[in-house]
């Protein structure tokens, strides 16, 4: 009874033998990266309209979904000369601590102008837990050309002229 | 009383019950838009749409019935509103079937064609009630295509404190009836027709009216928004903490509502007995003062001439080390200052410090006011009955208004007045020196030469005696020296007092009649009527005498109520802030020093807290026995110690200043004019170092006590409310008014007050619950808590002052709402509020001296000369100007002194 087991041996080495023949399923991070799904939560990005406005309008809603408790938001008020969104109101500080974030993107289905977005970005680590608070400046997207930034003076908003762009679900497609 | 079945289930209510009313009874929630329980229903919204039906009569006037007895209903064809129909007996009333169901989503969606929805950007958003009811009752889903929606112009400023928002409005006209109806200052209207129907300011300066906040609360959308809090936090956001309103003697209840440590906005909390669901704009919107950045964050210490940082430790251990020193060298070389603004647990550590430890009754709180005692003692033998409500005064009522401005003083106790007097029909008489605001409400209306309110009071009581309208019985029970009384009173006919005063003899007979025929009668005394006092001792005679002979004391609705000037002026008295009285408001056998008298030098120690004697800008200084009398300027001790939110001028020439916290950091009681003890809490975080008032004298005592043989644990507290405990087992008037006493009969959360959400149904109160907190409670005057208490009638010659001398003018001293005030003065919103120096002037006069209204005009006096311009009109009788103090260059008008105008 030198080897009671040896059945049980001989099946699991035969798993690994399999197993040296397959490809390998390891990515060599960071030189390869693995695909994402298109609706993959990583990173918030605070997105733009087309004529470089923020579409964030500081309403606090996402910060109202957050189960996590993760966004801040301190809205403003803003005038034709200074604009930022359109409407009345924009966010003066937009925050989300990632380390309270959960990913669960409630913030995403509850913005009334499809502004907040988890995109792909998945590399979040940080050196210090202060970082890990990412603030409005890193959160937004930068404007499709220089001179679309904000806040910048815009007596008329044109299309814009509605906080909420008139769109089925609010968000444009 | 009427019968009435609401989706069957029966009330009995009153007559002239409206359907939505008697539904809340049994627990039916009804949707409104336009209508308001405080306010005349229009029916303009149609959102209360519900089937009424009526029993049917046959010809005989019987009511039919059916097979099983049942009375036959007979339905009316169309749907009626709710908030119009009277309920009538045998009513029924569905509000549940399909065709109310179907009439509400109508009108919703109706609503929602012409509303923009930007329910993101809207501080209506989370306590909305068209949002509410959107999703109670709406669609869900809008038939007509969202470019079809009617746009109309956003942002409008309607005035400096309020924003327009024209598409959101659903012209219920709310507003305008808010101001109309309880404000009494008409200046909203519509204009316009249809979906255009708009919101507009009739006057100049827009929206000048000093509620109008409250159209902010009673606005049903997100139409009407503050400026002040305008798009700064979503509604959910903000913590709200109950609070008591620190900037008038009506003590309106309130709550703060906090975030990120500031405070974002402050609205009503109910209280029907004080506020209502109203507060008045001073009120609402000047509070950046907790949050100032010249607030004071951390002890100073006086070194080599400079007021330089410290710790707590030394700087009140040098305050300890220094009183100590002058008192055991004489302890009445030390005195206290303390404002009536402090709280009572302050007042009361403040006194204890001084009569126990220190052994000193140098205590005053009427900084800049003159030696005599302003009323401590009517109020506390003859203050109003416990349950007067001044916004509920019936028709069987008199209230006589003496010498007092409500309208700026006392801001919404005018409105509650104005309320009394025209809903329910209480009689008021108006007498002043000048025409005041109120006076319009009055049934009839006095002005008095200033100076001759003793006579205008002896002129009453001789007109009553005369007409055998004095209370025999009350007088044979309770009033002593009556015939005494009399005799001294002979030579006042009524014709002499009316020559004194200035006022008609009729006028002053027909007062009498009416204060001495009314079933309750009430007297309201203010500020002016108070200076009278203090130089002409006939005032309160003349008051006392007044209440008694009419047996018009100690009960609800009967008594004398003392406007005040501050929050907590009525808690200062209760704890002995005077010289001459003590704890309770006893007199005390040696009398201390007065507060002008500290302040000149008579003391080697001065402790001030609270206030800022070195700027006295109080009106009363001034005249005493006809004569000018100039406040001489503030001498400092040896030691002084000022303990404040900011560096005022006292505490510039202190040798120690301590930080204190103001009224949103900390809790406590205030006791408002009508002697109501109401209970506050602490909203926010103390800022910087700042420690409350109470536990900085607290620690001082502590200090002092140690090595002597007082009692250290007296001196040990770990909370304000250690000290409410304590004063309610300790001080008599204060008996049983414990922190548990002061919280009753309050259910909370509950829905906030006035914010367009008269259904009843809870506003949601973000993170979190709050604590407990009460409708206050009243102390009871001697009158009233001895029903065997003696009064004696005291005879005092009426002194008429004010001579008119050509070309000089007596200067009558106003106050204004908003003025040039340590708070007011760090709210920015506000300043464009506070009006331009002015002064008011007679046209006969007016013409005298050759200007027309709006001219600049020089007013000298005392050796100060002042250019404002002049309002002509016929707010003052000829002989008197009015100024309101503490404007732009109007500190520390002298009332009663003798000015000359001239044009410019
Ligand atoms: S993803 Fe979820 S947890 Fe993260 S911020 Fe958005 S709502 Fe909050
Ligand atoms: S919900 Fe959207 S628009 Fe509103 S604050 Fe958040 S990101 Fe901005
Ligand atoms: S502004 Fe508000 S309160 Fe006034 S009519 Fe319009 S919806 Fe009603
Ligand atoms: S009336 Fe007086 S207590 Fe009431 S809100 Fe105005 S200032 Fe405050
Ligand atoms: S019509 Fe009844 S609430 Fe407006």
Request: with cysteine; charged share 25%.
């Amino acid at each position: 009874m030198a080897f009671p087991d040896i059945g049980a041996l001989i099946k699991g080495m035969s798993v690994t033998l399999r197993e040296m023949f397959n490809p390998p399923v390891t990515y060599q991070y960071p030189e390869v990266r693995r695909p994402l799904y298109p609706r993959f939560r990583g990173r918030h990005e605070l997105k733009r309209h087309a004529n470089g406005l923020e579409k964030c309008i500081g309403c606090s809603l996402c910060a109202a979904a957050c189960p996590a408790d993760a966004i801040y938001v301190e809205p403003a008020e803003q005038t034709d000369a200074a604009r930022y969104s359109p409407g009345e109101r924009y966010a003066r500080r937009y925050e989300i601590n990632h380390i309270r974030c959960i990913f669960c993107g409630f913030c995403e289905e509850a913005c009334p102008t499809g502004a907040i977005v988890l995109e792909h970005d998945y590399e979040l680590s940080y050196y210090n837990r202060r970082d890990a608070i990412i603030t409005k400046e890193r959160l937004l997207v930068p404007p499709p050309a220089p001179d679309l930034s904000t806040p910048r003076a815009m007596p008329d908003p044109g299309g814009l002229y509605s906080a909420i762009p008139p769109v089925k679900g609010g968000v444009e497609q | 009383m009427p019968q009435v079945t609401i989706d069957n289930k029966s009330v009995d209510v009153p007559h002239g019950t409206l359907i939505v009313e008697a539904a809340k009874q049994v627990g039916i929630e009804i949707p409104v838009f336009c209508y308001h329980p405080k306010l005349q229903p229009v029916g303009m919204c149609r959102m209360c749409l519900v089937e009424v039906g009526t029993p049917k009569r046959g010809k005989d006037g019987q009511i039919e019935r059916d097979a099983n007895g049942a009375p036959v209903i007979a339905w009316m064809p169309k749907l009626q509103t709710a908030c119009t129909t009277v309920v009538s007996d045998g009513m029924m009333v569905r509000t549940d079937t399909a065709q109310v169901a179907d009439a509400r989503r109508a009108i919703i969606e109706f609503l929602l064609t012409s509303h923009p929805l930007d329910c993101p950007i809207c501080d209506k958003g989370g306590e909305c009630p068209l949002q509410n009811l959107t999703m109670a009752y709406g669609p869900g889903q809008s038939r007509f295509p969202v470019e079809s929606k009617f746009h109309n112009e956003k942002r409008v400023p309607l005035g400096d404190l309020i924003m327009l928002d024209r598409e959101r409005c659903i012209q219920c006209a709310r507003c305008v009836r808010f101001q109309t109806e309880i404000a009494d200052d008409p200046v909203l209207g519509f204009a316009a027709r249809g979906r255009g129907l708009e919101i507009v300011t009739l006057s100049d300066p827009p929206f000048d009216s000093k509620f109008s906040g409250n159209t902010i609360d009673t606005c049903p959308v997100g139409a009407l928004t503050s400026r002040d809090f305008r798009l700064s936090a979503r509604v959910w956001e903000v913590r709200d903490y109950p609070s008591v309103c620190a900037h008038c003697s009506v003590g309106c209840n309130l709550w703060i509502g906090e975030r990120d440590r500031t405070i974002k906005r402050i609205v009503p909390r109910e209280n029907e007995a004080v506020n209502e669901i109203w507060l008045c704009d001073k009120g609402r919107f000047v509070h950046h003062f907790a949050t100032s950045s010249e607030r004071l964050t951390q002890p100073l210490i006086r070194r080599n001439g400079d007021l330089q940082p410290a710790t707590w430790n030394q700087a009140l251990d040098l305050v300890a080390t220094r009183l100590k020193e002058i008192q055991q060298h004489d302890p009445n070389a030390v005195g206290g200052l303390a404002g009536d603004r402090a709280s009572n647990e302050d007042l009361y550590l403040f006194q204890k410090l001084f009569r126990r430890v220190i052994g000193s009754n140098n205590l005053d709180h009427r900084v800049g006011w003159s030696a005599a005692n302003v009323g401590a003692d009517l109020i506390r033998l003859y203050g109003a009955g416990i349950g007067t409500n001044l916004g509920a005064l019936a028709h069987d009522t008199t209230a006589l208004v003496l010498g007092a401005d409500p309208e700026e003083e006392q801001p919404v106790i005018r409105l509650r007045l104005a309320r009394s007097a025209r809903v329910f029909g209480a009689t008021l008489i108006v007498a002043n020196g000048r025409l005041t605001k109120l006076a319009k409400y009055a049934k009839q209306s006095v002005v008095y030469r200033y100076g001759g309110e003793s006579a205008f009071l002896l002129g009453m009581v001789r007109a009553i005696i005369d007409e055998n309208l004095e209370n025999i019985e009350f007088i044979r029970a309770r009033v002593a020296n009556f015939d005494a009384f009399k005799t001294a009173l002979a030579p006042y006919t009524v014709e002499r007092c009316a020559e004194l005063s200035g006022v008609n003899a009729d006028a002053l007979r027909n007062a009498a009649r009416a204060f001495a025929k009314s079933p309750d009668a009430l007297i309201l005394y203010g500020r002016e009527a108070m200076f009278a006092q203090q130089n002409d001792p006939a005032v309160a005679s003349g008051i006392a005498t007044l209440l008694l002979i009419t047996g018009h004391v100690g009960r609800a609705n009967n008594g004398l109520v003392a406007l005040y000037p501050h929050n907590n002026s009525t808690g200062a008295f209760d704890f002995g802030f005077l010289p001459d009285h003590g704890l309770g408001r006893a007199q005390v056998e040696s009398k201390g020093l007065s507060a002008r008298e500290m302040t000149c030098g008579k003391v080697r120690a001065l402790y001030v807290m609270a206030c800022d004697p070195a700027l006295t800008s109080d009106s009363l200084v001034g005249t005493q026995q006809g004569e000018s009398v100039r406040q001489d300027g503030f001498v400092k001790p040896e030691f002084l110690v000022v303990q404040d939110l900011f560096l005022t001028e006292t505490a510039k020439l202190a040798d120690v200043v301590l930080p204190a916290q103001s009224f949103a950091e900390r809790e406590g009681t205030f006791t408002n004019t009508e002697r109501r003890v109401q209970l506050f809490r602490a909203a926010l975080k103390p800022v910087g170092e700042a420690k409350p008032d109470w536990w900085i004298v607290a620690e001082i005592g502590k200090r002092l006590v140690s090595g002597s043989n007082l009692k250290l644990e007296t001196w040990d507290y770990a909370h304000a409310l250690e000290i409410t405990e304590e004063i309610a087992a300790s001080v008599p008037l204060y008996k049983g008014m414990t922190c548990a006493a002061l919280a009753e009969n309050v259910k909370l959360p509950r829905p906030r007050s006035g914010q367009g959400n008269p259904s009843g149904e809870p506003a949601q109160i973000a993170m979190g619950e709050l604590e407990n907190i009460s409708s206050g409670k009243m102390w009871a005057s001697v009158a009233e808590s001895d029903a065997s208490a003696k009064f004696e009638l005291v005879w005092k010659e009426p002194s008429s002052q004010y001579s008119v001398v050509s070309n000089q003018y007596v200067l009558a001293v106003a106050r204004s709402l908003y003025d040039g005030g340590t708070l007011a003065s760090r709210t920015k919103i506000v300043q464009p509020r506070v009006p331009a120096p002015y002064v008011e002037i007679n046209s006969q006069d007016a013409e005298e001296i050759g200007i027309a209204n709006g001219a600049r005009v020089r007013v000298s006096f005392d050796a100060r000369v002042i250019q404002v311009s002049a309002r002509v009109n016929g707010h003052v009788p000829p002989g008197v100007v009015l100024m309101a103090n503490n404007l732009d260059g109007t500190a520390a008008l002298p009332m009663g002194a003798r000015v000359k105008i001239e044009k410019v």
